[in-house]
C-alpha cells in the first residue's frame, strides 16, 4: 500500500496511526482464536479503542476508523477505499493484521478540522 507523505508539520502521521491501529488490534484480540459470539465485541472494542488513542493525540481532525475481522478459511476478502480531499493536511491508513485463525482489516481516516 502506497500512501501520501507531504512533510508539513501539520499533516496527517500515517506511521504513528498504524503504530496505534496495530496496538488496539493486539490489545482487544491478543492472542486469542477467531470467535464468531466475540467478533461483534472486537470490532467495536477495536474501532473505540482507535478512536480514544487518536483523539489524545490532540490534533485538529475528524476521524473515522472502520474494521473488519474475517476467519481464516482459505476465502478471499478484498477492499478499496477512495477519498476526495485535501491531500496536504488530511490522510488515511489500513491496517492488516493476521493471527493464526483469522484477519483483522482496519481503516482510519482523518480529516483536518479548518
Known amino acids: 500500500m502506497e500512501e501520501f ?9 500515517s506511521d504513528e496511526a498504524d503504530n496505534i491501529v496495530k496496538e488496539c488490534i493486539e490489545g482487544v484480540v491478543g492472542a486469542d ?19 480514544t488513542q487518536l483523539v489524545k493525540q490532540g490534533k485538529s481532525y475528524k476521524y473515522i476508523v472502520t474494521c473488519a475481522v474475517m476467519q481464516k478459511t482459505g476465502a478471499g476478502l478484498h477492499t478499496a477505499n477512495s477519498c476526495f480531499w485535501d491531500t496536504a493536511m488530511d490522510g488515511s491508513c489500513t491496517v492488516r493484521w493476521e493471527n493464526r485463525t483469522m484477519y483483522c482489516v482496519v481503516s482510519v481516516f482523518a480529516v483536518a478540522i479548518a
Open 5 to 13: 507523505h507531504n512533510g508539513n508539520e501539520g499533516s496527517f502521521n
Open 33 to 51: 482464536d477467531y470467535s464468531q459470539n466475540l467478533v461483534n465485541k472486537w470490532t467495536a472494542g477495536i474501532v473505540e479503542r482507535c478512536l
